[in-house]
């Protein structure tokens, strides 16, 4: 074993790691135990992105790696130097990692990521990370939800969920593309920033299931997919993880539409 090793508990399994080792480490060994930080709920966030960039975009005839990415992503954010390396033909960028980084360093490169994998020239849908201590905070719990109301919200990215019945509601009117412009206006005109952040949640929340009634039959999952993306940046700038004026480009981007569109 290490001299120094980190457990996140997850599981039962982690928790049968730790006792193992406790079992066996040495007289003296000093243990500590803290709840989890914003920084590693962000540094699981980040690699997870960093990861469906990696699979999905090709850059210029090249697939890179995750670290590949984040070295990308990092130098961008910090305007990295660039210098010549030792070996001839060889450039470095300097100050690129990612340990040293604050919360807020952080949270933009997140925003930085989602803000790239807006861009049509090379789209990426991110998958939220799951935390498996809460329920998903992203979709509705069933208590939320009327009996008998089968309408779902936008689908996260990967999900599927199933549209309201044709003519149960003004679904049948609108097309995909509307539909998606419809969600954009919605839930960005239900993003409130500042006061009370569970009461914004709840009423993001609220507009979801809202938008999710509008939803026509049949929609393409790449459809909800970016409806779900929306829904998740709009949740950032409540969560304050995003500041609204660069989750506007993202959202108009993902929806098709012009950012005074949006704003309307």
């Known amino acids: ?7 996140i508990i997850n599981h039962p399994s982690d928790r049968e790691q730790v006792a193992r080792w406790a079992q066996k480490v040495e007289a003296g060994t000093i243990v500590e135990f803290r709840k989890k930080t914003r920084s590693n709920e962000q540094n699981a966030k980040l690699h997870a992105m960093l990861g469906e960039v990696a699979d999905q975009v090709v ?3 090249v697939k890179l790696k995750v670290e590949d ?4 992503f990092t130098a961008s954010l910090r305007k990295a130097q660039v210098v010549p390396g030792i070996d001839p033909g060889t450039v470095v960028p300097l100050g690129i990692h990612t340990s040293t980084m604050t919360v807020d360093e952080m949270s933009n490169m997140i925003e930085a990521i989602y803000a790239f994998g807006a861009d049509p020239e090379h789209p990426v849908i ?11 905070s992203d979709e509705p719990s069933p208590s939320s939800e009327p009996a008998g ?11 599927d969920s199933d549209p309201p019945p044709p003519g149960s509601s003004p679904a049948a009117s609108l097309t995909e593309a509307e539909w998606l412009k419809t969600a954009a206006r919605m839930l ?3 993003t409130n920033v500042g006061g009370d952040t569970d009461a914004n949640l709840a009423i993001l929340n609220n507009q979801r299931l809202a938008v999710g009634d509008l939803c026509p039959p ?6 909800k997919e970016k409806a779900g993306s929306i829904y998740r940046v709009c949740k950032q700038a409540v969560l304050s993880e995003a500041p609204p004026h660069r989750a506007v480009p993202v959202i108009a981007a993902y929806a098709g539409m012009d950012e005074k569109e949006l704003q309307a």
Do not use: H, L
């Not at 990415?69 to 990308?72: L, P």
């Not at 991110?126 to 998903?136: A, I, S, T, Y």
């Not at 049949?218 to 459809?223: V, Y």
């Open 59 to 61: 850059w210029y005839g």
């Open 69 to 72: 990415w984040k070295n990308m």
């Open 149 to 159: 109301d089968t309408a779902s919200a936008p689908a996260a990215a990967g999900e």
């Open 218 to 223: 049949e929609t393409a999952s790449a459809i």
């Open 1 to 7: 074993m290490t001299t120094r090793a980190t457990v």
């Open 188 to 190: 960005w005109s239900a």
């Open 126 to 136: 991110f998958k939220e990370p799951k935390d498996p201590d809460q329920p998903n």
